[in-house]
Every structure is written in structure tokens, then in C-alpha cells.
């Protein structure tokens, strides 16, 4: 009798331990219901899960420091395609970047997702500033691009736009087989067609200007190492003979004040040719600021190129959604749009390029400017023993 007593009572004991686990897993299914978009780890979800959650999410900040107002407009497509909200915030790239400093150390900021130079990367650690490496989880990861302008990612951070520095000119007024392409060309341009080149020396202006300067430097000067950023007195005494191409010939070129100005003087008729960004002239004659049939190129010795890609902070609120906005601002249907409406160079294989202003042949020409400081100060050392001599 005992012992069927001992076990009927085993038996209450193993229901009720059996009960109090099923109660158990069903109350931590609930609590992982319940968690946070942002507490989940997206890492383990498929594509279309994260998709789904992205949706859940809803909503995604975006900062970003150029072209807003045209970016708010272009952005509506996404927002028809997934159902999310996109907010792009007034503020500076300084204020952008310092935001995601100061809030380093939040549970979650205020940033889903952020615009970044190449600059930028060479002063973030990304491991513990951005999430990621991201590479792996974008469904067309493999085939972006995670360094730009000399700044490199690490898999956190694609590529979305992209710059090349080039020379704009008036084809009413010079033909393209009379174009200047090597070095002793332009001083043959130069002698023949004095005050008819433009271009900004100072980088506050715009760094079209300073990329002429540059790559004109780099031509003369080669045996330099311009990935070394640091700034040595050795170093500086190598660029001479690039301040005496530049002195002997002071006087058929015009230094204008900015990116700007020399644009403005190009429509005005003033120059033949002035220095550019490709995204820059195209925005002008989107804008029907600029004759569209102004035309860019890229000189042999080359100008430098630079962009700019998308980050997600690793306190973002809403990174599911973050995520699926950067696949498709780096997607190859997106990439090619912005090179048709921005002038932006595309940064997925898969884009159509035949909208750019620049030939491929001549975006091959581009080089990674050169490492700061040597590349801020290059401008400087123009300025100092050319324009001031």
C-alpha cells in the first residue's frame, strides 16, 4: 500500500515539474515576443525575416548632411516599396558625426543609420562604434565596396556614392580633340588661351581646385609616398618642382574662390574649362542652373576621387530596418538612379553607368587623394609658395 502511494505521489511530482517547465518556456517565448526589435539578434534570421522585422520596426532615422531636401524626395520610392518611414534630419556632417560620439555610450541613440567620408573611417574604431561587419548579412554584400577615399570599413560600412573630381568645360568653345590631357598640354593651353582655366585653391571653397592641385603634383612629384599622411619638412621640400610648374605659368590661369564661383564663370562665359566634381556639375544642370550641354573629363595624370558610405550605430534603435535601407541605397537599381539624377558614381557592379558624365575610361584615371594631413596641406603649400611668391 506504501508503495503505490510513493508512486501516485512520484507521479503528481513529475506532472507538476513537467507543467511548471512547459509554463516556464512558454513565459520566456512571450518575453522574447516581447523584446525590442533592436535586443534580437539579427545575425541568426534570414533575409526575409529581417525584412519582416524591419517592417515591424517601421521607421528609420537617417542622418545625412548633403543634398537633403533632393534625398527626402528620392527616398519616398522606399518608403512605397517597404511600408517604412524614412527621417532625414537637418544637420551638418560636424553635427552628424559628433552626434554619434556623444552618444556612444546610450542603450540607444538617436541614429538608425549614418552618412560617412572615408576621413571619417580612419578615426572611428568601427568595431565598437558601428554595428556589424554588415557584409555578410546585405544580401548583395559580396559584391560592395567597404573602402572609400582612403578610409576602410571593415565590412561595417558600404559604399553609396561616389565622387570624381574632373574638369568641366564649354564645348561651344573648345572641342573636345583641343582638350588639354597631359601635362605639356595644358602648358601649350595655357600659352594659347590665357585666363581661360579655372579653379579654387583653397579646400574651404571645395576640393575640386586643391584634386588639380594634387594631381599636377603627383605628376612632377612621384617618388612620394601619398598614403603617409604625416607632414615632414623633407617631404614638403620634394613638391618644388610642381610650385615651379605652377609660378611659370601664374599668370594664364585664374584661382577662383570656390567650387562654386568657377561654375558660375564657366556658364557666364568667362572660362573655357574649370575644375569640378562630376555629382557637383550634374546637380547644377539638373537644377537648370547649368547648360546641360556642358561636358567633364579627366586629365591623364588623373584627379582624385572620393565618396561616402552608410553606417548603422551599434546602439541604433531600429536596425532591421536600417539594414534593409542601406541594401537598397547600395542596390544596383538605386545606384543607377542616383547616377542619373545626382551624378553620383555608382558603387554596385550592377548599375548602369551610361548615365554618368564620366567615361569609364576616364573614371580609371581617379586616385585615392591624398592621406591627411599631407593632403590638406599640399593645398596650402600651393598657396604659400606660388600664390604668395
Known sequence: MMAMFAYSNHNAIRRKHLMLKKIAIMSLAAIAMALPAHAQDLTSMSWDQIVAQAKTEGQ???????????????????????GIKVTIPDGSHDANFNKLLAEKDRAEGDIDVLSLTGADLKKLDVQNFLYGPIKQTLPEGAKLRYEIDGGDSKGYAPAFWGNQMCIAYNPDRIKESDLPRTLEQFEAFFEKNPGEFGFNASSAGGGSGPGFIEGVTRALVPGVDYTDGTVKP??????????????KHKDQYVVTASNADSITRLT???????????????????????????????????????????SIPANAKHKAAALVLINWLTSGKTQTAFSRDFGAAPQNPDADTSATLISDADRGKGFTRAARPLGDEIPKEFMKNVLQQ
Open 234 to 247: 623633407e617631404v614638403l621640400a620634394k613638391f618644388g618642382p610642381s610650385w615651379e610648374w605652377f609660378k
Open 268 to 310: 557666364s562665359g568667362e572660362f573655357m574649362m574649370v575644375t569640378t566634381f562630376e555629382d557637383f556639375l550634374a546637380g547644377f544642370q539638373k537644377k537648370g542652373e547649368v547648360p546641360t550641354t556642358f561636358k567633364v573629363y579627366v586629365p591623364d595624370f588623373g584627379m582624385p576621387r572620393g565618396g561616402n558610405v552608410v
Open 60 to 82: 528609420v532615422n537617417w542622418f545625412h548632411w548633403y543634398f537633403q531636401d533632393r534625398f527626402r524626395e528620392q527616398i519616398k520610392a522606399f518608403e512605397a516599396e517597404t
